[in-house]
């Protein structure tokens, strides 16, 4: 058998000087379906995270807490630990800059670039933003703010050791021409050479004297190693470069991708690159800097206090709902304007609907029709080619969309997939199928081709929304062997008689803020109309029909009402006031056509127990059939009520 591939990935280490928000977690989240994609498709894969500890800010931070800067960054790292955990990240390795290991490398890494003479011992005086540990030229400054979070600069004057930028620019540059992937996007790429490399560089302030919590410089104690030195060189560090830890450089390095936000593009561009040159270790392939999360006020961010708490929004509306808005909704490598409104949306649309309602219909069919068990008949139809021809397509399709790291258009893909498999079902028509004997075989054929196409899609989904995976899995009662990469290249794995597992609803249709608030106005609104009518009732006397002519209770035992669950609602294509309801009996689903619409949403029907009239001949309502009449009262939407049980029961429970 041949070696693994191997595949490095990197999210940033994140500055514990506050806890992370959801921009943080998509980073991490982004990195992580990557890393499970490439373990997928049969690499071997080292993902790494962690926290860069050291600095000024993390020095003044604990002090007005209090507290000794390890003891602050100890609390903050647990809680970023934790949510990792909640966001289910997958990750090889979690480095901290505090860690011994990655301390002793440092030390040896910065004496190495001295003696090489690379680095050399100097004062520093200008303009220096605490923040953002970053210095900055007049030039830069803009009215002396800082260029990337706008805050006052101070003038900062010390002896510091520097790094000689300039003598590796041109390499830096050549390396870039001959590699057009090593930066993206191909727009971050250009600001780095136009805005950074091409004017010149000036030689970078590699240790501090002005505070202590870092890491020493072993021959100059006095001097801590800067940033730039310290967190960027984690990357080495963790593979055990220099260190004691288990030497994982040759099989992992160089690094295939670091992931991280626009904002730190020029320190892994042009500081990272040099250091790796200087060092004399090959660059990482690509430099890949995601857009920001935004919110209507601008970038969010730990400094500005506008965070959105991803843990709070994942115990809210669930980790792969979260998980699948952040990956859905960015354009790799562009901005996008976050609202909780937008993730409810998504929520309700992708998950519950399109994705959590075909699992349920199918399982629901598959057990009321064959007991859980599709039996191994077949009998093939014309418009069963494009669902498994689209299945087959599908992998690699999604998988050229992983491999160039465009992660909302591969889950568009699978969503395209599901669309098709939701339509394949209404053409297909299996409650129709289910009433006739002789059209078992085709009925079988159906939902074996939709579970297999569950199949596929509870893999393709399988490194974005791990959780959801593993719960279709075990509701289709499949092995392990049956979610790999090699088990979608084929279509028709699926087990012939295997019994499927109903569970709970994958995702719950949630009500926006201004769906609630709609909700609660009607409700009052209604409220008040009924007692108005009992006001009114005090004050008339009620109208009412004349009561029918008597019939014999034989004659009233031949109509047959019955229990139906509304599993489906639409409007009618060619009818305003009629809605197209699917319902459950229990013993099959049936078609109702209802002059309802008026009256009721048909989003509001969909898991609704309602009486019916079952043994009315089928009649045809502006094309469409009608097997079934609903039992309701009223005749405006002020009086309309359907006949409903007073309690759940099973679907096709006799009325009596």
């Known amino acids: 058998m041949s070696e693994k ?39 071997d894969v080292f993902f790494l995270t962690g926290t860069d500890e050291h600095g000024q800010k993390i020095q003044e931070a604990s002090k007005n807490a209090g507290k000794e800067p390890k003891e602050y960054v100890d609390e903050i790292v647990a809680d970023i630990v934790k949510l990792w955990d909640v966001m289910n990240i997958n990750y090889d390795k979690f480095i901290r800059t505090t860690d011994a290991y990655h301390e002793k490398s440092i030390k040896a890494i910065f004496k190495k670039l001295y003696d090489n003479g690379d680095i050399y011992k100097s004062h520093y005086e200008g303009l220096y933003c605490t923040p953002c540990e970053a210095y900055w030229t007049s030039s830069q400054a803009k009215d002396g703010k800082c260029p990337d979070c706008g805050r006052e600069l101070k003038i900062a004057k010390e002896e510091a050791y520097f790094f000689k930028m300039s003598k590796y620019a041109n390499r830096l540059i050549q390396h870039i021409k001959d590699n057009p992937d090593f930066i993206s ?6 600001e780095m050479l136009n805005n950074f490399l091409l004017p010149g560089l000036e030689d970078l302030c590699v240790s501090r004297t002005s505070f202590d919590w870092g890491i020493k410089v072993d021959f100059d104690p006095k001097h801590v190693v800067y940033v730039w030195v310290d967190a960027l060189s984690n990357y080495i560090t963790a593979l055990g470069y220099l260190n004691d830890e288990p030497n994982l450089m040759d099989k992992f390095w160089p690094c ?13 561009t042009i500081y990272w690159p040099i250091i790796l040159m200087a060092l004399g270790l090959p660059l990482p392939k690509r430099v890949y800097g995601h857009g920001w999360i935004l919110l209507k006020g601008g970038k969010m961010s730990k400094s500005k206090g506008n965070v959105v708490d991803p843990i709070e929004l994942a115990e809210k509306y669930g980790t792969d709902a979260l998980r699948y808005y952040v990956l859905r909704e960015m354009p790799f490598g562009s901005d996008w304007i976050y609202s909780e409104d937008n993730l409810i949306a998504r929520n309700n649309a992708d998950l519950a609907n399109d994705l959590g309602n075909l699992l349920s219909r199918t399982i629901s069919m598959a057990d009321k029709y064959f007991g859980g068990n599709i039996p191994d008949i077949k009998q093939y139809d014309d418009i069963d080619n494009e669902i498994i021809q689209m299945a087959m397509e599908l992998p690699a399709a999604v998988k050229d969309y992983m491999d160039k790291y465009e992660l909302s258009n591969a889950l568009i893909q699978t969503w395209k997939f599901i669309a098709r498999v939701n339509k394949y079902i209404d053409e297909t028509t299996p409650w129709v199928l289910a009433k006739k004997e002789e059209d078992t075989a085709r009925l079988a054929t159906v939902l074996y081709n939709i579970l297999e196409s569950l199949r596929f899609i509870a893999v393709m989904i399988s490194a974005a929304m791990p959780e959801t995976s593993a719960k279709m899995r075990g509701m289709l009662n499949i092995g392990q062997d049956l979610m790999t990469w090699q088990s979608v290249q084929k279509f028709g794995l699926y087990p012939p008689e295997n019994k499927v597992t109903p569970t709970d609803v994958l995702f719950p249709r949630v ?46 035992a031949k109509v047959d009402l019955r229990v139906a669950k509304i599993i489906k609602a639409e409007k009618h294509p060619n009818a305003d006031k009629l809605l197209v309801l699917q319902v459950d009996l229990g013993f099959e689903q049936r078609q109702i056509v209802s002059g309802i619409a008026q009256f009721r949403n048909p989003d509001d029907l969909v898991g609704k127990e309602i009486v019916v009239v079952a043994n009315l001949k089928p009649a045809k309502f502006r094309g469409l059939e009608s097997q079934a009449m609903i039992t309701a009262v009223g005749h405006d939407s002020e009086t309309f009520a359907m006949m409903v049980p007073e309690k759940e029961v099973e679907p096709g429970e006799a009325v009596r």
């Open 185 to 190: 996007p191909e727009s971050a790429k250009n």
């Open 511 to 556: 009500l926006t803020e201004e769906e609630k608030a709609k909700l609660e106005k009607k409700i009052e609104k209604e409220n008040n109309k009924q007692q108005s009518k009992v006001e009114e009732k005090k004050e008339t006397k009620m109208e009412y029909a004349p009561v029918k002519e008597q019939i014999t209770i034989d004659e009233f």
């Open 256 to 268: 295939d991708v670091h992931l991280i936000g626009k904002d730190i593009l020029r320190f892994h």
């Open 5 to 43: 591939k191997s595949f490095y990935i990197s999210t940033p280490i994140y500055y514990p000087s506050a806890k992370l928000h959801i921009g943080h977690t998509y980073s991490t989240v982004a990195a992580d379906s990557i890393a499970r994609f490439k373990k997928l498709t049969g690499y």
